[in-house]
């Protein structure tokens, strides 16, 4: 548990805008020890969703960590963009 919560720590560095974070934890199949890491990040207005799968949950936490990261720059760079997109217009009526 507190692996999972040192790992989603580093997301706070990227974007100070998470709302709530959840990190789930499952078997998908108890036969093969397929261990399953979900990490679901509340922003504003939007959940990112991240899942990995491997044969250990360290392993399968440090993916999805990694996947939410990508996602939630893509997510910090749309936001730029439209701020610019306002301010544009802003100075285009002026």
Do not use: P
Not at 37 to 43: D, K
Not at 71 to 78: F, G, M, N, V, W
Request: include cysteine; glycine fraction near 2%.
């Amino acid at each position: 548990m507190e692996y999972a919560e040192q790992a989603v720590a580093k997301l706070e560095r990227y974007y100070d805008g998470i709302i709530k974070c959840e990190v789930k934890l499952s078997f998908e199949k108890a036969r093969n020890s397929v261990k399953v890491a979900e990490v679901i990040l509340s922003v504003y207005k939007t959940k990112i969703t991240a899942v990995q799968t491997s044969d250990d949950f360290n392993k399968s936490i440090d993916g999805a960590v990694e996947k939410a990261l990508a996602r939630l720059k893509k997510y910090k760079e749309k936001l730029h963009a439209m701020n610019r997109k306002q301010v544009r217009r802003v100075q285009a009526k002026v």
